[in-house]
Nanobody
Framework: QVQLIESGGRLVQAGGSLRLSCAAS????????MGWFRQAPGKEREFVAT????????YYANSVKGRFTISRDNAKSTVYLQMNSLNPEDTAVYFC?????????????????WGQGTQVTVSS
């Protein structure tokens, strides 16, 4: 079992930055990949970013590439999402998720555990 708790979401102006955190507990953190997803009102949950077990491999959705950075600190059992140059289209509930394997993956079905989400609102 893995428990995930996200934090860091808030209201921010367009062009601003935020860093989301996701603290994990339960299974050994370095034994699985992590991902961030988001869900805007009335839309499907979509992939944002993923990182493999060591942090050495990352992958991003085209919509956030170059603006968002995913990272992890295995000693702290925490994954981060640094979000820069935010725009109103980034407004959503952001979820972190733990994969069943060590490799990074954008496939939602590969993730077995999910946090409750943290709200990010970007005002224009």
């Amino acid at each position: 079992q893995v428990q995930l708790i996200e934090s860091g979401g808030r209201l921010v102006q367009a062009g601003g930055s935020l860093r989301l955190s996701c603290a994990a507990s339960g299974r050994t953190f370095s034994s699985y990949a992590m991902g961030w997803f988001r869900q805007a009102p009335g839309k499907e949950r979509e992939f944002v970013a993923t990182i493999n077990w060591s942090g050495g491999n990352t992958y991003y959705a085209n919509s956030v590439k170059g603006r968002f950075t995913i990272s992890r600190d295995n000693a702290k059992s925490t994954v981060y999402l640094q979000m820069n140059s935010l725009n109103p289209e980034d407004t959503a509930v952001y979820f972190c998720a733990a994969s069943g394997g060590v490799g990074s993956t954008a496939t939602r079905g590969s993730y077995n555990y999910w946090g409750q989400g943290t709200q990010v609102t970007v005002s224009s």
